[in-house]
């Protein structure tokens, strides 16, 4: 006998009543899951179910909604849903129907930075023509990353090892988040519009895409193509590509190999200083080897030629030369000086007080050289002068006729070697050493 106060349902009632429960607790939610079951039959609905490690639930996606799907869904693929859950009562199945589904998680981020690529090099911002190269030398560079991150300390490490000349300036942003993209576009435009720096890295440590999804930003991409200043994008590890390293006029695979590309190594740059060095001495050398052999040739020209008007204007040659000399000395000792103060102002403010210190005393070491080699250069060219000067005197016939003899010469000037050059009644002149006699031929 039934109980009358007993209320008794049937299964139809019993899931009508589930149904309005779901369908009013649940009026409309997100769920993301992994893809399974994925079915569309010929009725162009879309029966799937979302899955999870632990559960899943049933789902249907009806026509013309399934239809309109920018993606083919299909087995493994992460989604994210929105629709209204509810209870299919011929057969108690509750079910979540969906008007709403798109890729989830690095899927979406990945199909929206292929569109966003895709769009940007169409409009030729990735072009190769319009990049511009880096400074051969830079002296300041500006670094636009997260100061507390692991990218910082590894650029800033490798430059203090290749070259620690560089001004390196760090330009604190957020390299990840919501407000990312608009911190790093702002700080980007601010650097280049000061005209303090030289290039301008953009740098990052790894992570996934959606830790990266910051530099994807299409703002970003723009303002580096649009920036005055070289931009070197150094963004994830090797195999992380973004907008910004597209956009960039370099881009590094690690933010190491980027401090690498932008300085040079010292060690190479002493090495080339070296060489100019020795290249220098050796070609001060020959050419002053080339001048002390113009010098000896002209010494054998005065000895053949011997006129006392040549001697002169040898001697004020050689005088002027000597003052050329002294001002090259001059000159090239004051550059010298000039450089040696500006490598000290500079390990100054970047090397320590021991080196400063061997480099005064190689300044003091290599003062006085100068001077000393153009004072026996000096003493060396006036003893040869003298010698010449001597020289001439002992072969010129005024000497001899200081000797007591004297030149006798026609009324012409033509100089009388034989008797048979006058007649009686000739007029001729006797040239003394301390004057001139008018004589008359008997």
């Given at each position: 006998?039934?109980?009358?106060?007993?209320?008794?349902?049937?299964?139809?009632?019993?899931?009508?009543?589930?149904?309005?429960?779901?369908?009013?607790?649940?009026?409309?939610?997100?769920?993301?899951?992994?893809?399974?079951?994925?079915?569309?039959?010929?009725?162009?609905?879309?029966?799937?179910?979302?899955?999870?490690?632990?559960?899943?639930?049933?789902?249907?996606?009806?026509?013309?909604?399934?239809?309109?799907?920018?993606?083919?869904?299909?087995?493994?693929?992460?989604?994210?849903?929105?629709?209204?859950?509810?209870?299919?009562?011929?057969?108690?199945?509750?079910?979540?129907?969906?008007?709403?589904?798109?890729?989830?998680?690095?899927?979406?981020?990945?199909?929206?930075?292929?569109?966003?690529?895709?769009?940007?090099?169409?409009?030729?911002?990735?072009?190769?023509?319009?990049?511009?190269?880096?400074?051969?030398?830079?002296?300041?560079?500006?670094?636009?990353?997260?100061?507390?991150?692991?990218?910082?300390?590894?650029?800033?490490?490798?430059?203090?090892?290749?070259f620690p000349l560089v001004q390196v300036d760090v330009l604190p942003v957020q390299?990840?988040?919501?407000?990312?993209?608009?911190?790093?576009?702002?700080?980007?435009?601010?650097?280049?519009?000061?005209?303090?720096?030289?290039?301008?890295?953009?740098?990052?440590?790894?992570?996934?895409?959606?830790?990266?999804?910051?530099?994807?930003?299409?703002?970003?991409?723009?303002?580096?193509?649009?920036?005055?200043?070289p931009v070197v994008s150094a963004v994830g590890h090797e195999t992380d590509f973004?907008?910004?390293?597209?956009?960039?006029?370099?881009?590094?695979?690690?933010?190491?190999?980027?401090?690498?590309?932008?300085?040079?190594?010292?060690?190479?740059?002493?090495?080339?200083?070296?060489?100019?060095?020795?290249?220098?001495?050796?070609?001060?050398?020959?050419?002053?080897?080339?001048?002390?052999?113009?010098?000896?040739?002209?010494?054998?020209?005065?000895?053949?030629?011997?006129?006392?008007a040549r001697l002169e204007m040898l001697r004020r040659r050689e005088q002027d030369?000597?003052?050329?000399?002294?001002?090259?000395?001059?000159?090239?000792?004051?550059?010298?000086?000039?450089?040696?103060?500006?490598?000290?102002?500079?390990?100054?403010?970047?090397?320590?007080?021991?080196?400063?210190?061997?480099?005064?005393?190689?300044?003091?070491?290599?003062?006085?050289?100068?001077?000393?080699?153009?004072?026996?250069?000096?003493?060396?060219?006036?003893?040869?002068?003298?010698?010449?000067?001597?020289?001439?005197?002992?072969?010129?016939?005024?000497?001899?006729?200081?000797?007591?003899?004297?030149?006798?010469?026609?009324?012409?000037?033509?100089?009388?070697?034989?008797?048979?050059?006058?007649?009686?009644?000739?007029?001729?002149?006797?040239?003394?050493?301390?004057?001139?006699?008018?004589?008359?031929?008997?």
């Amino acid at each position: 006998m039934t109980d009358p106060a007993r209320d008794v349902l049937t299964p139809s009632q019993l899931n009508t009543l589930a149904r309005d429960l779901l369908e009013s607790a649940f009026p409309l939610i997100w769920v993301e899951g992994e893809l399974g079951n994925v079915t569309r039959p010929a009725s162009g609905h879309l029966y799937f179910t979302l899955k999870d490690a632990r559960a899943q639930v049933k789902c249907a996606m009806f026509k013309p909604k399934s239809q309109w799907l920018k993606f083919a869904p299909r087995e493994g693929l992460r989604v994210l849903a929105r629709g209204r859950l509810t209870l299919y009562e011929a057969r108690g199945d509750y079910q979540l129907v969906v008007d709403h589904l798109e890729e989830a998680g690095e899927g979406a981020l990945r199909r929206a930075f292929e569109e966003l690529k895709a769009k940007l090099a169409a409009e030729g911002l990735f072009d190769a023509g319009r990049k511009r190269p880096l400074p051969a030398h830079v002296q300041r560079l500006g670094v636009i990353t997260s100061p507390s991150g692991a990218a910082v300390r590894d650029v800033l490490s490798v430059l203090e090892r290749r070259f620690p000349l560089v001004q390196v300036d760090v330009l604190p942003v957020q390299v990840q988040g919501e407000a990312a993209p608009a911190q790093i576009v702002d700080m980007l435009q601010r650097a280049a519009r000061s005209g303090r720096y030289d290039a301008l890295l953009v740098a990052r440590g790894g992570g996934s895409l959606e830790d990266l999804w910051a530099f994807n930003d299409e703002r970003l991409a723009r303002a580096i193509a649009a920036s005055p200043v070289p931009v070197v994008s150094a963004v994830g590890h090797e195999t992380d590509f973004t907008l910004a390293d597209f956009a960039a006029d370099l881009r590094a695979p690690t933010p190491s190999v980027a401090a690498e590309l932008l300085v040079p190594d010292r060690r190479d740059l002493l090495t080339r200083v070296n060489v100019l060095q020795q290249r220098l001495a050796t070609t001060q050398t020959h050419r002053l080897r080339q001048a002390m052999q113009r010098a000896d040739r002209a010494a054998l020209r005065l000895q053949a030629l011997r006129p006392q008007a040549r001697l002169e204007m040898l001697r004020r040659r050689e005088q002027d030369a000597v003052r050329r000399l002294h001002a090259l000395w001059r000159d090239q000792h004051a550059r010298r000086l000039a450089a040696l103060r500006h490598a000290a102002t500079v390990l100054r403010a970047h090397a320590p007080q021991r080196r400063l210190e061997q480099l005064r005393e190689r300044l003091l070491a290599l003062a006085p050289r100068p001077q000393a080699a153009v004072a026996r250069t000096l003493q060396r060219d006036a003893l040869r002068l003298r010698g010449l000067a001597r020289s001439l005197e002992a072969v010129s016939p005024l000497a001899t006729v200081a000797r007591g003899y004297a030149l006798v010469t026609q009324e012409d000037g033509t100089l009388v070697r034989s008797v048979n050059q006058v007649q009686a009644g000739d007029a001729v002149n006797a040239r003394l050493s301390d004057g001139t006699l008018k004589l008359r031929v008997e």
